[in-house]
């Protein structure tokens, strides 16, 4: 019986809390038409500074081509960090975690745990080479 009230009563400071926080979000004096310009301003300025950052590449690599592969390994090489972690992760949970019982899920788990690494490196080291190879054998 005590169990019962005391679920009861965290479900109902549950909802109360929700409640505070739905109360407290519509408040706010803001404008739905505001929200969308800003929206919209953001996303113009985030895609200036990307073509900025295109063109700075195409120059610096004399070739719009060149330009781009490097602009775009960049961008591997920026976004591979944070995946190559969450995949490490993911893999260790299946070798180390679910892998106790399972024992082909442990080397599921370390057969991806390598693969996510070797990947990751890869995606560190090719921008490196690119450029050695673009930059220092084209001329």
Excluded: H
Excluded at 5 to 26: D, K, P, Y
Excluded at 59 to 64: I, K, L, Q, R, T
Aim: net charge positive; proline share 1%; glycine share 8%.
């Amino acid at each position: 019986m005590k169990k019962k009230i005391a679920a009861i009563i965290i479900i109902f400071m549950f909802v109360l809390s929700l409640w505070g926080t739905i109360a407290l979000a519509t408040d706010t004096n803001t404008n739905t038409a505001d929200l969308r310009n800003d929206a919209t301003v953001n996303l113009v300025q985030i895609k200036d500074q990307q073509l900025e950052t295109l063109q700075d590449y195409q120059d610096s690599y004399g070739d719009a081509t060149y330009g781009f592969v490097a602009y775009i390994l960049n961008i591997i090489r920026i976004y591979s960090i944070p995946f190559g972690f969450v995949g490490i992760a993911i893999s260790g949970i299946y070798r180390y975690i679910i892998g106790i019982r399972k024992l082909d899920v442990r080397d599921k788990g370390f057969g991806a745990m390598i693969g996510i690494i070797t990947a990751m490196v890869i995606c560190q080291v090719l921008p490196l080479v690119f450029a050695i190879v673009v930059r220092g054998w084209r001329g």
